[in-house]
């Protein structure tokens, strides 16, 4: 009798122990990707609205000289030569306005050559 408790036992525990063992598949978001083009002296979109939280892709790409796009609150600070493309990767913590600049000087127009990211909250 006992041995029969034993043997439905580890039979019970060798089909439902997987069961306990799988954990379950935690989906991540796609990254959200959004394209830019850096020529002198804009950023076009000049600027975007993103969700805290939300994977983020910029891929940014120049037409005329090497440029960059440094957004320091974000952690982003990429250059990009000129006809290439690339790309940078984020997630906004937090909610707010975050104004980008290039980081390479591109001509006289360099200091006015802004980028804008508004990050809200989901709704």
Known sequence: MKRKHVTLAVFIGTLLGPAFLIQPAVTQAAPKKIEITAKRFTFEPAEITVEQGEPVVLEL?????????????????????????????????????????????????????????HVVKKP
Do not use: Y
């Open 61 to 117: 790409k120049s037409v005329d000289v090497t440029h960059g796009l440094r957004i320091r609150e974000l952690h982003v600070d990429v250059k990009v030569n000129k006809g290439a493309t690339t790309e940078a990767s984020f997630t906004p913590t937090s909610v707010g306005d975050f104004v980008a600049h290039c980081s390479v000087f591109c001509g006289s127009g360099h200091g006015k050559m802004t980028f804008t990211v």
